[in-house]
């Protein structure tokens, strides 16, 4: 199974506070009104779409999403976040399809089924994320769009992601992050293009933690977001 038990337990840990606007979570909440509008920019809106999170934590983008229209199945294999995701959105009112299963085996099981699949801020905590890249590509109709967040792996990104974020500022609980698993976007554009995405964007995330503000910029030296699209005949 391409899973890593000790950052399950790491987030399972964390269950009770994915929806603490001003706990450990709180720079997520921060930014996910800016990758919401990637999302629905790059798929010229989600009204109606049926949508897929990856590694979707407590549901923070899944409700995003719900509440522009789509239809959203997200999942996770930290069973204590799924079990507060589920929670949450009944309390908001939101009908979410949140189950707690591996990406490869919804693609095993549905494949070609989704109109829209996201998967952000989690190929960094996966032992194999070419496996989860793939995974999202077949689970994509012909067509479909598929949008990941990652961190670049440099000297860069570490001081900020690391040193910065989780030492100094304390904007993520330490231990969030091993540098090892870092991304570098050349690398995660190979994933894609063996995987049969085209890419159609990559944008740097620029967050700002003394005015608490985030926004897209060119430079994709530390976070970073990409849209890539299926190719109607790739398999």
């Given at each position: ?55 979707t934590g407590g549901g923070i983008l899944a409700e995003a999403m719900a509440r522009r229209g789509a239809i959203v199945t997200a ?62 590509a077949r689970l994509l109709r012909p067509g479909g769009d598929a949008f990941f967040a990652t961190l670049n ?83």
């Amino acid at each position: 199974m391409n899973v890593d038990s000790a950052e399950i337990s790491k987030f399972d840990q964390l269950a009770d506070a994915w929806w603490d606007p001003r706990g450990p979570f709180r720079t997520l909440h921060e930014i996910n009104p800016l990758r919401l509008q990637f999302i629905a920019d790059g798929t010229a809106g989600l009204e109606g779409k049926r949508v897929l999170d990856v590694g979707t934590g407590g549901g923070i983008l899944a409700e995003a999403m719900a509440r522009r229209g789509a239809i959203v199945t997200a999942i996770d294999l930290a069973g204590d976040g799924i079990a507060a995701a589920r929670s949450h959105a009944e309390a908001m009112g939101l009908a979410i399809d949140y189950r707690q299963m591996a990406v490869e085996d919804l693609a095993a099981q549905t494949p070609a089924a989704y109109d829209v699949v996201t998967a952000l801020e989690m190929l960094e905590h996966v032992p194999d994320p070419a496996a989860i890249v793939s995974a999202c590509a077949r689970l994509l109709r012909p067509g479909g769009d598929a949008f990941f967040a990652t961190l670049n792996r440099n000297p860069k990104s570490y001081l900020f992601a690391i040193v910065g974020a989780e030492y100094l500022l304390g904007l993520l609980p330490r231990g969030t992050h091993d540098y090892q698993k870092f991304i570098r976007p050349s690398e995660l554009l190979d994933m894609t293009r063996v995987a049969g995405l085209q890419t159609m964007a990559l944008k740097g995330l620029h967050y700002d933690p003394i005015r608490h503000e985030a926004r897209l910029v060119d430079d994709v030296s530390v976070n970073y977001l990409g849209h890539f699209r299926k190719t109607a005949v790739h398999a």
